[in-house]
């Protein structure tokens, strides 16, 4: 079985998940990403590189803040970005996912940037064109289900090289609902590909899925434990709706016993980083001190996150 | 190219440029042999105006077919590029496309008073309106397009240029 | 008519026959093996050298998809499917749209297929009135309309106290309950073996916690009511130990497996193929290979295809939103054949497995083997020819399986119904 991103040279096609990905391949997006970094200081932000080519921005499952980073990693490449919101129920009714693909494809879209709430959708396109001989359209995954967020842990990882340099001698906690995430998924994928020699999730049981120590990580439930002497702490958004389906009793008990305070931050090493994908939920997984302190890197990674989107883009664009 | 001394023709090309250095001069190299040497004549000239370096690697025309050039470099051009006497620096000038998206890339960071292009050699072979101002030697008789002719940089730091065939 | 099977290398399992003999037809039935019965007249010769005559294949688990999901398959398509793979007999499960929880129902559905004249269908009526697990469907009624057994398809009883209820009215009749080991919340929101594979594809998991849930009840249940207990569809290794520990303490109940779920595991997965979107969820590599070495050693009781249509539409969507099931009818013998050569099974003991062990928890008597006197239901097969398996080589209206693109072992030559040749390669 092919890896379904890589076409026949072994060049990435599509961007679907990070698990699988080779280290130099996730090195070239990291090395492209950096200077693109600079673009957001000159007074044209544009980039010649996918003039006349049109992105759709195919989100199946709300999400304002990332299509927003999408669209404007696109438009500072000079590509021609539709933003289309579909509503699931209603796609349920009628039209098929792959016949809206089809149906886009029929206005030329180049390069789709797919949401969806169903993990493997955006694998399921990229199948499709692929059997369709539609190879010159690419798909970017922007987050399905819980399976992957490739450009999120792309851009985790280009901020821990950015403060840490080398992954080589790092100790990362990942705290918090690793099961509903396909952050911490493509997150750990990364981690482990770039050769860090201790990725610890930390959590309930509720919020670990079965036989997570498989995908290379230690498992800690005790927070204070697991914090012990990382140099990079990568906190997880908890979903409300989580108290619902009784993985957990409520807000404020998680927050006691895996929110991250600054009493027990100070025992990860003294340099160690504080990130976030975002959104957060301040007084529910970290404390507002932790959000704001010196130690935190939450926002240089969302100004990372469109440089690395610009880099996927171009380098995905051309073939 | 035995005959062509770098460094030689590195002294030539400052001493071409010097008469016309003005406050406002401000020197931009071309990655990466033009950077090389634009560092040089930076300092050589005393040029007041910070270094600038260009990768036209997200300008080339040939990105469509070709694609990203392997790991591009940051693009820096710390001094204000409005009203700014730029000298474009590069190692050897060909077809002239370099030119055509370094100038474009410098565009993006403002309105320049006014550009030049100061080169070490001119191989020939150009495809487009482009012309050196300043330009140490010329070859005589076009190379052929499967020859490449490029700045190297000894660990001393010295110049040499280096013919090298493509397969 | 009178035809003569010559020179075929005879299988019969329930009668311990493996050699070979000319089998001779007549009037619908076997008439005679080895010589040739006073008088008998062939007025077609089949030349079966170096091909097996076994009985046709016995399937405790084919959906027809008619009435109700005619779209993904019709009666006619499926039965041409069941004659290609050498099918005779089908079970059917009472998962129709609407439910064949009505004796009007079962016996429309059986008069259709009389008059098709291909495979005899063997339907499973359901357990529950629309399998809501609310009332009891009329069972004797049912019977009556030809039911052999009853189910809940794959739609558990969520109240224990409605199914011990209805084991209890099956068992006033010594009707047989056929049971899919399924704990209704533990798998109500999984798609997929809840392990590494699952964890890795971001897909909800069903945990082994709930078929083994389901069977401590299911046992329990059916040790108090004395029902007849058949367990469908055995997906892991805890499951069948639970069986093999209700056997040892002296309980009489059956259990078979799908032909998916001998071959394939989770990784088969691969990049989220939604043709191993099944019910039961694929497990893990080691509670595959307990199931295929439980299968060879008689602790599960039969093979079936679990045969399941599904259309394009219903498959290429993304996994979890993808119908569930496989197509099979055509796969039963390569497969059945490939896992008696992979477990080092004799042919005979192998073919038991879909003929005489199936013919047993169906109740079929007359049909399964190939005594003197039995219906003439035959497969003629080369277990030595590879086929390939192709969207095109399919007669079944669904070509969702995970063997697509396959080669496998066994190539139907002739299928006979009732001494009728209804199939020919």
Same mark, same amino acid.
């Given at each position: 079985?092919?890896?379904?991103?890589?076409?026949?040279?072994?060049?990435?096609?599509?961007?679907?998940?990070? !698990?699988?990905?080779?280290?130099?391949?996730?090195?070239?997006?990291? !090395?492209?990403?950096?200077?693109?970094?600079?673009?957001?200081?000159?007074?044209?932000?544009?980039?010649?590189?996918?003039?006349?080519?049109?992105?759709?921005?195919?989100?199946?499952?709300?999400?304002?803040?990332?299509? #927003?980073?999408?669209?404007?990693?696109?438009?500072?490449?000079?590509?021609?970005?539709?933003?289309?919101?579909?509503? #699931?129920?209603?796609?349920?009714?009628?039209?098929?996912?792959? !016949?809206?693909?089809?149906?886009?494809?029929?206005?030329?879209?180049?390069?789709?940037?797919?949401?969806?709430?169903?993990?493997?959708?955006?694998?399921?396109?990229?199948?499709?064109?692929?059997?369709?001989?539609?190879?010159?359209?690419?798909?970017?995954?922007?987050?399905?289900?819980?399976?992957?967020?490739?450009?999120?842990?792309?851009?985790?990882?280009?901020?821990?090289?950015?403060?840490?340099?080398?992954?080589?001698?790092?100790?990362?906690?990942?705290?918090?609902?690793?099961?509903?995430?396909?952050?911490?998924?493509?997150?750990?994928?990364?981690? #482990?590909?770039?050769?860090?020699?201790?990725?610890?999730?930390?959590?309930?049981? #509720?919020?670990?899925?079965?036989?997570?120590?498989?995908?290379?990580?230690?498992?800690?439930?005790?927070?204070?434990?697991?914090?012990?002497?990382?140099?990079?702490?990568?906190?997880?958004?908890?979903?409300?709706?989580?108290?619902?389906?009784?993985?957990?009793?409520?807000?404020?008990?998680?927050?006691?016993?895996?929110?991250?305070?600054?009493?027990?931050?100070?025992?990860?090493?003294?340099?160690?980083?504080?990130?976030?994908?975002?959104?957060?939920?301040?007084?529910?997984?970290?404390?507002?001190?932790?959000?704001?302190?010196?130690?935190?890197?939450?926002?240089?990674?969302?100004?990372?996150?469109?440089?690395?989107?610009?880099?996927?883009?171009?380098?995905?664009?051309?073939? | 190219?035995?005959?062509?001394?770098?460094?030689?023709?590195?002294?030539?090309?400052?001493?071409?440029?010097?008469?016309?250095?003005?406050?406002?001069?401000?020197?931009?190299?071309?990655?990466?042999?033009?950077?090389?040497?634009?560092?040089?004549?930076?300092?050589?000239?005393?040029?007041?105006?910070?270094?600038?370096?260009?990768?036209?690697?997200?300008?080339?025309?040939?990105?469509?077919?070709?694609?990203?050039?392997?790991?591009?470099?940051?693009?820096?051009?710390?001094?204000?590029?409005?009203?700014?006497?730029?000298?474009?620096?590069?190692?050897?000038?060909?077809?002239?496309?370099?030119?055509?998206?370094?100038?474009?890339?410098?565009?993006?960071?403002?309105?320049?008073?006014?550009?030049?292009?100061?080169?070490?050699?001119?191989?020939?072979?150009?495809?487009?309106?482009?012309?050196?101002?300043?330009?140490?030697?010329?070859?005589?008789?076009?190379?052929?397009?499967?020859?490449?002719?490029?700045?190297?940089?000894?660990?001393?730091?010295?110049?040499?240029?280096?013919?090298?065939?493509?397969? | 008519? @009178?035809?003569?099977?010559?020179?075929?290398?005879?299988?019969? +399992?329930?009668?311990?026959?493996?050699?070979?003999?000319?089998?001779?037809?007549?009037?619908?039935?076997?008439?005679?093996?080895?010589?040739?019965?006073?008088?008998?007249?062939?007025?077609?010769?089949?030349?079966?050298?170096? =091909?097996?005559?076994?009985?046709?294949?016995?399937?405790?688990?084919?959906?027809?998809?008619?009435?109700?999901?005619?779209?993904?398959?019709?009666?006619?398509?499926?039965? /041409?499917?069941? *004659?290609?793979?050498?099918?005779?007999?089908?079970?059917?499960? +009472?998962?129709?749209?609407?439910? =064949?929880?009505?004796?009007?129902?079962?016996?429309?559905?059986?008069?259709?297929?009389?008059?098709?004249?291909?495979?005899?269908?063997? +339907?499973?009526?359901?357990?529950?009135?629309?399998?809501?697990?609310?009332?009891?469907?009329?069972?004797?009624?049912?019977? /009556?309309?030809?039911?052999?057994?009853?189910?809940?398809?794959?739609?558990?009883?969520?109240?224990?106290?409605?199914?011990?209820?209805?084991?209890?009215?099956?068992?006033?009749?010594?009707?047989?309950?056929?049971?899919?080991?399924?704990?209704?919340?533990?798998?109500?929101?999984?798609?997929?073996?809840?392990?590494?594979?699952?964890?890795?594809?971001? =897909?909800?998991?069903? +945990?082994?916690?709930?078929?083994?849930?389901?069977?401590?009840?299911?046992?329990?249940?059916?040790?108090?009511?004395?029902?007849?207990?058949?367990?469908?569809?055995?997906?892991?290794?805890?499951?069948?130990?639970?069986?093999?520990?209700?056997?040892?303490?002296? *309980?009489?109940?059956?259990?078979?497996?799908?032909?998916?779920?001998?071959?394939?595991?989770?990784?088969?997965?691969?990049?989220?193929?939604? @043709?191993?979107?099944?019910?039961?969820?694929?497990?893990?590599?080691?509670?595959?290979?307990?199931?295929?070495?439980?299968?060879?050693?008689?602790?599960?009781?039969?093979?079936?295809?679990?045969?399941?249509?599904?259309?394009?539409?219903?498959?290429?969507?993304?996994?979890?939103?993808?119908?569930?099931?496989?197509?099979?009818? /055509?796969? =039963?013998?390569?497969?059945?054949?490939?896992?008696?050569?992979?477990?080092?099974?004799?042919?005979?003991?192998?073919?038991?497995?879909?003929?005489?062990?199936?013919?047993?928890?169906?109740?079929?008597?007359?049909?399964?083997?190939?005594?003197?006197?039995?219906?003439?239901?035959?497969?003629?097969?080369?277990?030595?020819?590879?086929?390939?398996?192709?969207?095109?080589?399919?007669?079944?209206?669904?070509?969702?399986?995970?063997?697509?693109? *396959?080669?496998?072992?066994?190539?139907?030559?002739?299928?006979?119904?009732?001494?009728?040749?209804?199939? /020919?390669?």
């Amino acid at each position: 079985m092919r890896n379904p991103q890589l076409n026949q040279h072994g060049e990435l096609q599509h961007l679907l998940t990070l !698990d699988g990905l080779p280290r130099d391949i996730l090195n070239a997006i990291l !090395d492209t990403a950096a200077p693109f970094t600079e673009v957001a200081e000159r007074e044209v932000k544009k980039l010649p590189l996918l003039r006349g080519k049109s992105v759709f921005n195919l989100f199946f499952e709300n999400s304002t803040r990332t299509r #927003t980073t999408f669209e404007i990693a696109a438009k500072r490449l000079s590509a021609d970005v539709v933003n289309l919101n579909i509503n #699931t129920s209603s796609a349920a009714k009628g039209e098929s996912l792959l !016949d809206t693909v089809d149906n886009l494809c029929a206005m030329q879209a180049d390069m789709f940037v797919v949401r969806h709430a169903a993990s493997g959708a955006p694998m399921l396109i990229a199948q499709h064109l692929q059997n369709t001989g539609r190879d010159h359209i690419h798909v970017v995954n922007a987050g399905d289900g819980r399976h992957a967020h490739p450009t999120q842990g792309l851009l985790d990882m280009y901020t821990i090289r950015h403060f840490k340099r080398d992954f080589t001698n790092l100790t990362v906690a990942i705290v918090g609902d690793v099961l509903h995430s396909r952050v911490a998924r493509s997150q750990i994928a990364a981690l #482990t590909t770039l050769g860090v020699p201790e990725v610890r999730v930390i959590g309930p049981k #509720t919020l670990l899925p079965t036989e997570v120590e498989r995908l290379g990580v230690r498992v800690f439930h005790d927070m204070r434990e697991g914090l012990k002497g990382v140099d990079v702490v990568m906190m997880l958004r908890l979903q409300n709706e989580r108290m619902n389906g009784a993985l957990l009793p409520t807000p404020q008990e998680y927050y006691k016993i895996w929110g991250l305070t600054a009493e027990k931050l100070a025992l990860a090493k003294p340099d160690a980083i504080v990130m976030h994908p975002g959104p957060m939920n301040r007084g529910v997984e970290i404390d507002s001190a932790v959000a704001d302190g010196a130690q935190a890197v939450i926002l240089p990674q969302v100004t990372f996150g469109i440089a690395v989107r610009m880099a996927v883009m171009s380098m995905l664009g051309s073939r | 190219m035995k005959d062509l001394d770098a460094e030689a023709l590195c002294r030539q090309l400052a001493e071409q440029i010097r008469p016309h250095v003005c406050p406002a001069t401000a020197l931009v190299g071309i990655y990466t042999g033009g950077l090389w040497l634009a560092e040089r004549l930076h300092a050589e000239l005393g040029i007041a105006q910070p270094l600038g370096a260009i990768d036209v690697s997200f300008y080339r025309d040939d990105y469509a077919s070709k694609g990203l050039h392997a790991s591009p470099k940051k693009t820096e051009i710390p001094f204000d590029v409005d009203g700014a006497h730029v000298i474009l620096v590069d190692d050897v000038l060909y077809t002239g496309r370099t030119t055509r998206a370094a100038l474009n890339e410098l565009f993006d960071f403002g309105r320049p008073a006014r550009v030049e292009l100061a080169v070490l050699v001119d191989r020939g072979g150009r495809e487009l309106p482009v012309a050196a101002r300043y330009c140490a030697h010329t070859l005589a008789a076009p190379l052929a397009r499967e020859q490449n002719l490029e700045l190297q940089r000894d660990e001393a730091g010295q110049f040499g240029l280096k013919l090298t065939q493509r397969a | 008519m @009178n035809i003569l099977i010559s020179n075929g290398r005879v299988v019969d +399992p329930a009668n311990r026959v493996d050699a070979v003999h000319n089998v001779y037809v007549s009037g619908g039935k076997i008439v005679a093996l080895g010589a040739a019965p006073d008088g008998f007249v062939a007025e077609r010769t089949i030349d079966a050298s170096g =091909l097996v005559v076994a009985p046709g294949f016995i399937d405790l688990a084919a959906r027809l998809r008619e009435p109700g999901y005619e779209y993904r398959a019709t009666l006619e398509s499926e039965m /041409e499917a069941a *004659m290609a793979g050498g099918v005779t007999s089908l079970a059917i499960p +009472p998962d129709t749209d609407p439910v =064949l929880d009505e004796p009007g129902l079962v016996e429309m559905l059986t008069y259709r297929a009389k008059k098709l004249n291909r495979a005899h269908i063997y +339907p499973v009526g359901a357990l529950t009135l629309g399998l809501k697990g609310e009332r009891l469907s009329e069972m004797a009624e049912l019977v /009556e309309a030809g039911c052999v057994a009853f189910s809940q398809a794959n739609v558990p009883v969520v109240d224990n106290t409605v199914l011990m209820r209805a084991l209890q009215y099956a068992a006033t009749f010594g009707f047989r309950v056929w049971l899919q080991p399924l704990a209704p919340f533990l798998s109500r929101v999984g798609h997929a073996h809840d392990g590494e594979v699952a964890t890795r594809l971001g =897909l909800s998991g069903i +945990p082994v916690a709930a078929e083994t849930v389901a069977l401590f009840t299911y046992l329990e249940l059916a040790r108090a009511t004395g029902a007849r207990l058949h367990i469908t569809r055995l997906s892991s290794a805890a499951g069948l130990a639970l069986i093999d520990q209700a056997r040892a303490d002296g *309980m009489d109940v059956t259990c078979d497996v799908s032909i998916n779920h001998v071959h394939l595991c989770d990784m088969d997965i691969g990049y989220f193929d939604p @043709n191993c979107h099944l019910i039961p969820p694929l497990r893990s590599q080691r509670d595959r290979e307990a199931l295929a070495r439980g299968l060879a050693e008689g602790r599960i009781n039969a093979l079936c295809s679990d045969h399941t249509p599904v259309d394009d539409d219903g498959k290429q969507t993304p996994f979890a939103e993808s119908e569930p099931g496989a197509t099979g009818l /055509e796969l =039963l013998l390569p497969l059945t054949l490939k896992w008696a050569d992979k477990a080092g099974l004799s042919l005979i003991d192998g073919l038991a497995r879909i003929t005489s062990d199936a013919a047993k928890i169906v109740g079929i008597t007359k049909a399964g083997h190939l005594s003197v006197g039995a219906r003439a239901d035959v497969c003629v097969f080369d277990p030595a020819a590879h086929v390939v398996v192709t969207r095109e080589g399919l007669k079944s209206q669904g070509k969702n399986t995970p063997f697509l693109g *396959m080669e496998l072992p066994g190539k139907v030559h002739y299928t006979l119904v009732e001494g009728q040749v209804m199939f /020919e390669a």
